[in-house]
């Protein structure tokens, strides 16, 4: 796009600010199933973010091709106008001191040689018995994101990380077990992906018989990715927004000490090791490292630049596609995966978690979520279990770890966590 022939045309047109968000994303995407490649591609595309201000109006328009008549995207914006109230004027940023420009050279290169290596997993149906499909799916993706405007900012960052997908079935009579996992890595090198695969493919033959736990309360060792997919769905409680609007279980809790003294809660979208790595929102505001919880206290919720005003309180550079997080995590400690196993010594291990999107509630911080896992007794797994609730709420979750684990785990590409022991949850089946 020729961002300045557009900003003149705009200047002509009373448009009285515009700004171009340009998305650019590479991808590569392998996927197999037993012995078969199901999709291979490497693609790319363009999306295009245009935000207009004319007559204290603010229009967005998004676009996904190259090919743009200039002089439609300007009577778009003005015909789209009229329908708007005068009051839903957004912002544009006008400094231009953080203006940054990549060097980096687009021609992204991918590991496609993986296909091979996935496909090699087949064999792993030939060491059991009802071991019906394996499938694995890789990707890397490449972005690149740049802010354009008629005030002469210029800002300008990338990304690239890949994300494995494993799934197997197994079918006994009329019993099936199927479990998926997924992580998200800078580089595959980093995962020893034989473990990934085959600790998936055990977990999920283990799990075609099973026994049932009684109702009770027990103490729970919820696995690093059970956690991070919960923050995944509750995060919205440290909007600022959402507390403004009574939409969030910590109104008025600000300063104040809401979970145990061992959690700290952290947000750094700038990590030069974090693959998602922003260095500034959509609004073009910097991002940076922040305690959203340290210690237990609620220090701060996250406000993009209209939420802060209402406050007086800058932006803390939480806007993208709405306000949100890149790069959340439970601050870590020292226990190994093994060692927690131990600390728990006897309760129940909480492996996978089903039916977050309606089971969480973060308007009250409800959660109740079905579950599977192993029982656990003298620090060994005895017996898988599946078809078990667990009932909570976010206070009760986060004031009641004892343990905390050092195995963080990216299960989205913004949310992490750790592994921990909870104490006294109470679990049905």
């Not at 995407?29 to 790319?44: A, F, L, M, Q, R």
């Not at 479990?179 to 493919?201: A, H, Q, R, S």
């Not at 709405?322 to 909480?350: A, Q, R, V």
């Amino acid at each position: 796009m020729d961002y300045q022939k557009l900003f003149s045309k705009a200047k002509e047109n009373n448009i009285n600010d515009i700004q171009v968000i340009d998305e650019y994303v590479k991808l590569f995407h392998v996927k197999t199933t037993n012995d078969n490649v199901e999709i291979y591609e490497i693609h790319s595309n363009n999306k295009y973010n245009i935000k207009a201000i004319i007559d204290n109006k603010t229009v967005y328009i998004n676009l996904e091709k190259n090919d743009f008549d200039l002089d439609k995207i300007i009577e778009c914006i003005k015909n789209n106008s009229k329908y708007l109230d005068s009051s839903e004027k957004d912002y544009i940023i006008s400094d231009t001191s953080n203006n940054c420009l990549l060097s980096r050279d687009d021609d992204i290169v991918f590991n496609t040689n993986i296909t091979d290596k996935l496909l090699s997993y087949n064999t792993l149906r030939e060491e059991y018995d009802n071991f019906i499909e394996i499938s694995n799916e890789y990707y890397e993706i490449y972005t690149r994101i740049k802010i354009v405007n008629n005030n002469d900012v210029v800002m300008e960052d990338d990304n690239k990380y890949c994300m494995v997908v494993t799934n197997a079935i197994f079918k006994e009579n009329d019993k099936i077990s199927s479990t998926f996992d997924e992580i998200y890595i800078n580089d595959v090198n980093e995962l020893d992906l034989d473990k990934f695969v085959t600790d998936n493919v055990k977990n999920t033959n283990d799990k075609l018989n099973f026994k049932k736990i009684k109702n009770g309360k027990y103490n729970v060792l919820l696995k690093n990715e059970c956690l991070s997919n919960i923050f995944q769905n509750i995060n919205s409680i440290f909007f600022g927004d959402n507390i403004q609007n009574n939409k969030s279980p910590l109104v008025n809790k600000i300063g104040e000490k809401v979970f145990g003294n061992n959690i700290t809660i952290i947000e750094n979208p700038n990590d030069e090791n974090y693959f998602g790595k922003r260095l500034f929102d959509n609004e073009g505001t910097l991002t940076s490292y922040k305690e959203i919880v340290s210690d237990g206290v609620f220090k701060s919720p996250i406000y993009d630049i209209k939420s802060g005003e209402k406050e007086n309180i800058k932006s803390t550079g939480n806007k993208y596609n709405g306000i949100g997080f890149k790069n959340f995590y439970l601050k870590p400690e020292n226990n190994s995966f093994e060692d927690l196993l131990n600390k728990l010594d006897n309760g129940i291990l909480i492996d996978k978690v089903h039916g977050m999107h309606a089971t969480i509630n973060p308007y009250n911080g409800n959660i109740s979520l079905q579950c599977e896992g192993y029982i656990i007794e003298n620090g060994k797994m005895i017996d898988s279990s599946k078809l078990f609730i667990i009932s909570t709420d976010i206070f009760e979750l986060l004031n009641n770890i004892t343990e905390i684990g050092n195995d963080i785990k990216y299960t989205s590409l913004n949310f992490a966590s750790p592994s921990v022991i909870i104490k006294n949850m109470s679990l049905s089946s």
